[in-house]
């Protein structure tokens, strides 16, 4: 059974960094790929960030390119999502997902976790 846990949420002002966090357990780090989502209220799901499963490749949405970046420790498990130079459409649940397949198609991944909340205020 694999579990994603995400954590590093909260309120930031506009301009603020803020790095979220996303364990993956229960199976070797390697074999999962890592995607970052968010949705915002009465919005679509949208892709994020990826990594792969050893960390060498990755990219960002376009709309974050230049702010974000994504980042693997693959001993411990964890993907990390630094989010500099935030903006208030920033806003959104961030939610980490786990999946065999190289993917920004959210129904490509299998295992979710539970979200943590962004909010970045003017």
């Known amino acids: 059974q694999v579990q994603v846990d995400e954590s590093g949420g909260g309120t930031v002002q506009a301009g603020d960094s803020l790095r979220l966090s996303c364990q993956v357990s229960g199976r070797t780090g390697s074999e999962l790929h890592t995607g970052w989502f968010r949705q915002a209220p009465g919005k679509e799901r949208e892709f994020v960030a990826r990594?792969?499963?050893?960390?060498?490749?990755?990219n960002v949405a376009d709309a974050v390119k230049g702010r974000f970046s994504i980042s693997r420790v693959v001993a411990e498990n964890t993907v990390y999502l630094q989010m500099t130079n935030l903006k208030p459409e920033d806003t959104a649940v961030y939610v980490c997902a786990a999946s065999r397949l190289w993917s920004i198609l959210p129904a490509r991944y299998d295992y979710w976790g539970q979200g943590t909340q962004v909010t970045v205020a003017t």
């Open positions: 990594i792969s499963g050893g960390g060498g490749v990755q």
